[in-house]
């Protein structure tokens, strides 16, 4: 087992609330949500909430980046760059500044990148002329898309909306040769990529990996396809609360630079914490079955389990019995399997939950129930902070927010506020956390669904 320990040099935050990492943790413990009532989209209020676009117009200005050669390269590529791209690119030049790492600086061999994303889809003005080439009347003729639509179309249209292209714009940006992967996996993003990236630090391949997430639900169409298919909120986002009524949509990208402790110390920069584990898992079945409760489950274990052959450090080894953990549910039939006779991290060490905290009511009665199938048995409640309340969800981009509001509650010792919960749900046996009563502890689990049944999951400590 490898004993290269991987942490966080660097963060990078494009978010409703800020575009630095000190005005992100100010609106944080300051209670300022970024949510509002409606979006007004042509002619038409829709009756839902959504989170004001995340501060970001695409200026040169907003990459933070200094180096006249990387500006220079930016503003040309701007025009094959969605919004979300371009939220990527400029997440991750923060968060390289904020590690001190530069062009030219690193073995480019020893650089990685791991990047995830939502769908992106085109815009209208994309297509317009095309369709209307098409449509000398109301209807579209497909027959006259070869000759007259797709001339109409720019050249390099796709290049702008393919999910790889965060990670290859990054890639050529920053010189780096190392391991590059694209992830798609909405919300649950964040953790399948930052797993990904401590592996392969931990494996040797690379000193650095930039690991980050992009997305967002502000697009007309995919506002569409929301308002179909997702339980959205007339008013506000929140979590685990016994009046919750749905999510609220936004945008965003946010970067954190993993790196080897040691490469990161030889350097003499800044450690916000450690990662030690991290997991991803599906399960779905063919009759639209809801596993939530118990794929968020196996992934909690998974992280308890790898992060006890990690960190010698951390916790002791522990042996859980098949009859330590109390069934409640047919489906949960397999947790004995997971953790039967593994060492596992002692559960009184876990300082906080990150929670998903989508606010629809299945959602979040799934995931507490996840939660509580784990830490059921403990002394104390494990406190289990939520943070949807202050963006909504911006798809793949909001796991990495929440992931850094806890980085960074971890660090200052103090827990940011769960806004909008006030009534606790008797279905959700949690305990939300308190800034005034909790304390964050020196460690703290992330957790990330999205609809399609998967889950993932990251154990964080404090460096030591």
């Not at 630095?20 to 839902?48: A, Q």
């Not at 909405?186 to 992009?214: F, H, N, Q, Y």
Request: aromatic content about 6%.
């Amino acid at each position: 087992m490898s004993k290269r320990r991987v942490v966080v040099t660097g963060i990078g935050i494009i978010s409703p609330l800020s575009i630095s990492v000190e005005g992100f943790w100010d609106s944080l413990i300051s209670g300022r949500s970024g949510v509002r009532p409606y979006v007004s989209c042509g002619r038409t209020s829709l009756p839902i909430s959504v989170a004001a676009p995340a501060l970001f117009s695409g200026d040169i200005d907003e990459f933070g980046i200094s180096d006249s050669g990387q500006r220079k390269s930016v503003k040309k590529g701007l025009k094959m760059m969605s919004r979300e791209i371009q939220m990527a690119v400029a997440a991750s030049s923060h968060a390289l500044s904020h590690a001190e790492i530069f062009v030219g600086q690193l073995l480019p061999e020893r650089v990685g990148i791991s990047f995830g994303s939502d769908y992106i889809l085109t815009t209208v003005e994309d297509v317009i002329d095309a369709v209307r080439a098409c449509s000398p009347s109301s209807q579209f003729d497909f027959q006259r898309w070869g000759k007259e639509g797709l001339p109409k179309m720019q050249p390099l249209w796709q290049l702008k909306y393919l999910p790889n292209m965060p990670a290859s714009h990054i890639a050529i940006l920053n010189n780096f040769h190392g391991p590059s992967n694209s992830i798609t996996l909405r919300e649950a993003s964040v953790g399948a990529v930052i797993g990904e990236s401590v592996s392969i630090i931990a494996s040797g391949r690379t000193d650095v990996m930039l690991a980050g997430t992009t997305g967002g639900w502000l697009h007309p169409c995919k506002m569409t396809s929301a308002l179909r298919n997702e339980e959205l909120s007339d008013s506000a986002c929140c979590p685990f609360d016994l009046h919750r009524n749905g999510t609220v949509l936004g945008d965003g990208a946010a970067a954190i630079v993993l790196e080897e402790r040691e490469h990161a110390k030889k350097r003499g920069v800044k450690i916000w914490c450690e990662i030690i584990a991290g997991s991803c898992k599906i399960r779905r079945g063919r009759k639209n079955t809801d596993y939530r409760r118990e794929v968020v489950r196996t992934v909690i274990w998974d992280v308890l389990r790898y992060g006890a052959l990690r960190s010698d450090e951390f916790a002791d080894k522990k042996i859980i019995k098949n009859n330590s953990v109390k069934e409640t549910n047919s489906q949960l039939d397999n947790t004995s399997n997971i953790i039967a006779a593994t060492g596992v991290i002692e559960l009184e060490r876990i300082g906080h939950i990150n929670a998903h905290g989508l606010g629809s009511r299945d959602s979040d009665k799934a995931e507490a129930m996840a939660i509580n199938d784990v830490f059921g048995t403990r002394n104390k409640p494990i406190p289990v902070a939520a943070a949807k309340g202050f963006w909504g969800n911006a798809g793949a981009g909001s796991g990495m927010f929440e992931l850094i509001a806890s980085i960074m509650s971890l660090k200052m010792q103090k827990f940011f506020p769960t806004i909008n919960h006030s009534i606790p749900d008797p279905e959700c046996p949690i305990l939300i956390a308190d800034p005034n009563k909790h304390s964050t502890g020196d460690s703290f689990i992330k957790i990330a669904i999205n609809p399609q049944g998967h889950a993932s999951a990251l154990l964080v400590k404090a460096d030591s």
